[in-house]
């Protein structure tokens, strides 16, 4: 795009190019570009100088920093030249009138400073020593138990660092200090890959303006962006509303509007009859756990396909539950014993927990693709036997929901090249083959047939263990049951998963964290 474009020029520019509908309002990650237009667009639309905005931002970050950071912890703040800089004299200034014990460094790495810089140049001088770093021998020894503020590079980062920034980001991260990045880490792209040895940031935290940056969801980037928060400045909500953009972050706010609360004279048949295709010999625990969650996410009525090894051990451990034993004794495959299976019964169906990839089963996941009428949820030996069998994909029921993991998602596709490339990969693939993709692990990431890709904010490593992902499979599929379309029961589901997992974590901690747990917290109110 021109660079010469203003504000508004760039509003209608994405508003006329980006054509991807939103149905719910969700929290958005904008891009540089647009977040530049939205710090541009709110200096002329509220209309407010850029230095109270500076300074606006300054004051929202050390609100942040006085909560948590005692005064006797020493802080030297590391600025650069630019709008980035700018803020970090701003945040020195701040912290030094509320006796902070504060040294603020420049990191003079140009000849050329922004104009809100040297404002705030001008205005910390008057209060406080500022010194230089020109060179190695002006770099600091960082002690323990002092924090550096990082306000080296900002958004408008255009090239790898080098030289003296180099430097002191090295030095930086080397010391035994804690490290707060204001609004991303310098040297961090907020939308692009960085190059194989780019000299980052290693911040402890991160304090980030008004909204997320698309960096803070990707696994390989969390090195350089820690624990982060976002601290609102009051940007343009009429901006941020009407801007367009392919990257939501799902927070509990927009949840609450997804919920649909219920109506005290509905009875099950209004909650829809799911119907789960589960386990094989030796894998019937995932059976049983994807049932239980199925029904813990309010589901009317569940029946559960089975191998005959199976009907006892689901009768017992999910009495609410209807089971249907397969001809086959220890797989899966269609035959069913009591009687032909009439698909179109049932709201929803999901398929894969523990079913193993005998030729067998595949053949019934073939003839359930080819037959069923509506969206499925797809996960894990279902997902295996599509990547075995790529023709199969296209067979797949619009808007189905599959949920992999990055092994099974590489599987189905290849194998990707960095944290962006596989964020493309993932969109394409949603969108070519008309699915809902959620590809499971850290800020789950939610693709759909629209472009659009959802970030997910609950969840926690203690539920990267075995029978999670059934879980999920039975929360999907009830609530598909439940009439919620497939976004939105992707959006939904993954949410309160995760959310019933950090719920877990907190009153047991993470390490002891069993599937089961999840599906016992499970609390949609
Ligand atoms: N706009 C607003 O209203 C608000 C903005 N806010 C704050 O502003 C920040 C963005 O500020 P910014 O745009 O001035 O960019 P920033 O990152 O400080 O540096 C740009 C300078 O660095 C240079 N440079 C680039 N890469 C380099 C490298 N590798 N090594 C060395 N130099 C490099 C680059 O040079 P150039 O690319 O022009 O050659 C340019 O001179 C944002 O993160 C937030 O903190 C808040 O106050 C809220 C209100
Ligand atoms: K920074």
């Known amino acids: ?82 709008n980035n800089g700018g803020d970090g004299l701003a945040i020195a200034r701040l912290l030094t009138q509320l006796e902070y014990k504060v040294q603020t460094y420049v990191v003079r790495y140009a000849p050329r400073e922004s104009e809100d810089f040297m404002h ?43 030289g003296i920034v180099q430097s ?28 194989p040895n780019a000299t980052i940031i290693q911040p402890d935290y991160t304090v980030t303006f008004q909204l997320p940056k698309l960096a803070f969801m990707l696994p390989s980037q969390s090195q350089y962006v820690g624990e982060w928060h976002v601290v609102d400045i009051n940007l343009s909500r009429t901006f941020m509303d009407r801007t367009p953009t392919t990257y939501f972050y799902t927070t509990e706010r927009e949840i609450r509007h997804l919920l649909r609360p219920r109506n005290r004279f509905s009875h099950k048949g209004s909650f829809g009859h799911a119907l789960l295709f589960a386990g094989s010999y030796g894998k019937m625990g995932a059976a049983v756990l994807a049932s239980r969650a199925c029904l813990r996410s309010g589901v009317g009525l569940l029946s559960v396909q089975v191998p005959r090894c199976g009907y006892d051990i689901i009768q017992t451990t999910v009495p609410e539950a209807m089971c249907q034993p397969d001809g086959h004794q220890h797989i899966l495959t269609g035959q069913s014993e009591l009687e032909e299976i009439d698909l179109s019964k049932y709201a929803a169906i999901g398929v894969g927990p523990g079913i193993g990839t005998a030729p067998e089963t595949l053949a019934m996941l073939t003839k359930l693709l080819s037959d069923a009428q509506k969206p499925l949820v797809i996960d894990a030996d279902a997902l295996n036997l599509i990547a075995q069998n790529r023709e199969l994909i296209a067979k797949i029921p619009k808007n189905s929901i599959l949920t992999p993991h990055p092994k099974e998602f590489e599987r189905l596709t290849r ?31 939610i693709a759909t047939a ?76």
């Open 120 to 162: 705030n140049h001008r205005r910390l001088k008057l209060i406080a020593p500022i010194s230089y770093i020109e060179n190695e021998r002006d770099i600091p020894v960082i002690r323990n138990r002092e924090v550096v503020i990082d306000a080296i590079l900002g958004s408008g980062l255009s090239r790898t660092t080098e």
């Open 415 to 445: 194998r990707w090249t960095s944290d962006y490339d596989k964020l493309g990969l993932l969109r394409d693939f949603a969108q070519r083959n008309r699915l809902v993709v959620v590809l499971k692990g850290a800020h789950s990431a």
């Open 168 to 195: 002191a980001i090295d030095a930086i991260n080397h010391s035994p200090a804690t490290v707060v990045a204001v609004d991303i880490a310098s040297g961090l792209f907020a939308d692009a890959a960085n190059g």
């Open 1 to 82: 795009m021109d660079e010469r474009l203003d504000a508004d020029e760039v509003f209608s520019y994405f508003a006329t190019t980006t054509p991807y509908p939103v149905n719910f309002s969700l929290m958005k990650i904008l891009n540089v570009e647009q977040t530049r237009a939205l710090d541009q667009y709110t200096i002329e639309h509220e209309p407010v100088a850029p230095i109270n905005l500076m300074e606006r931002a300054a004051q929202a970050f050390t609100d942040w920093y006085t909560a948590r950071f005692d005064k006797d912890r020493p802080v030297r703040v590391f600025c650069g030249l630019g």
């Open 450 to 525: 629209d472009g659009t890709t959802h970030f997910n904010s609950t969840g926690n490593p203690g539920m990267s263990t075995g029978g999670t992902g059934d879980v999920l499979t039975g929360i999907l599929t009830g609530l598909l049951a439940q009439g919620y379309d497939p976004v939105e029961a992707a959006v939904l589901g993954v949410f309160e998963h995760g959310r019933a997992g950090d719920r877990v974590a907190n009153q047991r901690g993470q390490i002891g964290l069993t599937a089961q747990d999840i599906i016992e917290s499970l609390r949609w109110d």
